[in-house]
């Protein structure tokens, strides 16, 4: 039997997991989870996720869970304070038809070779790179944990595809399924941990010889907060509402090697947008899986 229901952290609990009907959804209403995960036992599973991004405040998941409480499937839906919602606002005032810069001009030839393949573009947000390429007549599946900026790219960007995909989590794709991932200014936000994970996901579902192309922010990106914030680890910060890398080229070597061969250089982004107005300093990084 497997029941999918929702969860609201707020003020206080109600609801047992024995009274729930077979694919029944509702709210249960949680305080204090770490009090609650006895009553409730699926719920000590988001517990490495809910003190490290939602700073215990309150959000919403849907669940698929297994007649003994065990998490088949959760998403994010919303949250009240936290990252979700910062880069749901951020989708907001940023709806439209996207601006975007021209970097994957520099990969024709790799692009030209994946024509006939559908392309993955991880952490799409609002959809520049989607745009860029559905406008040259690639086939795109947008990926981004923002329902907000998924949203915004099937409104404005015509014969798009979406899918929720959060990174924290094992991606929802099947092994060596893609040759092309495009993951641009969507792999900068992670302790080190998490990026090691996201790191294999890639690996995973890399088709042997596949290539990410990438950009990361650079220690030198100070006109985007590089140094700025709590320090949580080695060039990693928590800015007040999330959490940001910036990467050196040791930082470049050591995640991105996990994937395969690496090339990369330091340069400078500016894009027709008021958010981008000023130059962003970044790393741009191929990637070929190896081994």
């Given at each position: 039997?497997?029941?999918d229901?929702d969860?609201?952290?707020?003020d206080r609990f109600?609801?047992?997991p024995?009274?729930?009907?077979e694919?029944?959804?509702m709210?249960?209403?949680?305080?204090?989870?770490?009090?609650?995960?006895?009553i409730f036992?699926?719920?000590?599973v988001l517990k490495?996720?809910?003190k490290?991004?939602?700073?215990y405040?309150?959000f919403?998941?849907?669940?698929v869970?297994?007649?003994n409480?065990?998490?088949?499937?959760k998403e994010?839906i919303?949250?009240?304070?936290?990252?979700?919602?910062?880069?749901?606002?951020w989708?907001?005032?940023?709806?439209?038809?996207?601006?975007y810069?021209?970097?994957l001009?520099?990969y024709k030839?790799?692009l030209?070779k994946?024509?006939?393949?559908?392309?993955?573009d991880?952490?799409?947000?609002?959809?520049?790179d989607?745009?860029?390429?559905?406008e040259?007549?690639?086939?795109v599946?947008s990926?981004?944990?923002?329902l907000?900026a998924?949203e915004?790219?099937k409104k404005?960007i015509?014969n798009?595809?979406?899918?929720y995909?959060?990174?924290?989590?094992?991606f929802?794709?099947?092994?060596?399924?893609?040759a092309?991932?495009?993951a641009d200014l969507?792999?900068h936000y992670?302790?080190?941990?998490t990026t090691?994970?996201?790191m294999s996901?890639?690996?995973r579902i890399?088709?042997?010889?596949?290539i990410?192309?990438?950009r990361v922010?650079s220690?030198?990106d100070?006109?985007?907060g590089?140094?700025?914030?709590?320090?949580?680890e080695?060039n990693?910060?928590?800015?007040?509402d999330?959490?940001?890398?910036?990467?050196d080229?040791?930082?470049?070597?050591k995640?991105?090697s996990?994937?395969?061969?690496?090339e990369f250089?330091e340069t400078?982004?500016?894009?027709?947008e008021e958010?981008?107005s000023?130059p962003?300093?970044?790393?741009?990084?191929?990637?070929q899986?190896?081994?």
């Amino acid at each position: 039997m497997i029941y999918d229901f929702d969860v609201f952290l707020c003020d206080r609990f109600s609801g047992s997991p024995s009274c729930f009907s077979e694919n029944e959804s509702m709210w249960i209403e949680i305080n204090n989870l770490l009090d609650k995960e006895k009553i409730f036992p699926s719920i000590d599973v988001l517990k490495p996720e809910y003190k490290k991004y939602f700073q215990y405040g309150n959000f919403k998941i849907k669940l698929v869970v297994d007649n003994n409480h065990k998490i088949i499937k959760k998403e994010v839906i919303d949250s009240d304070i936290g990252y979700v919602k910062m880069w749901n606002n951020w989708s907001k005032k940023r709806n439209g038809l996207p601006a975007y810069d021209n970097w994957l001009d520099d990969y024709k030839d790799i692009l030209n070779k994946n024509k006939n393949f559908e392309i993955l573009d991880l952490g799409c947000g609002i959809g520049a790179d989607t745009l860029y390429l559905i406008e040259r007549g690639f086939k795109v599946l947008s990926c981004d944990f923002s329902l907000e900026a998924l949203e915004n790219i099937k409104k404005n960007i015509s014969n798009s595809q979406t899918q929720y995909l959060d990174m924290i989590e094992t991606f929802p794709l099947a092994s060596e399924s893609y040759a092309l991932i495009i993951a641009d200014l969507s792999l900068h936000y992670f302790d080190n941990e998490t990026t090691i994970h996201i790191m294999s996901e890639i690996k995973r579902i890399l088709k042997n010889n596949g290539i990410l192309l990438a950009r990361v922010a650079s220690v030198k990106d100070f006109n985007f907060g590089a140094g700025i914030g709590e320090q949580l680890e080695k060039n990693f910060y928590f800015e007040g509402d999330y959490t940001k890398r910036f990467f050196d080229s040791e930082d470049v070597n050591k995640y991105f090697s996990i994937i395969g061969k690496v090339e990369f250089s330091e340069t400078t982004m500016i894009r027709n947008e008021e958010e981008y107005s000023k130059p962003k300093i970044l790393y741009q990084i191929k990637v070929q899986k190896g081994k």
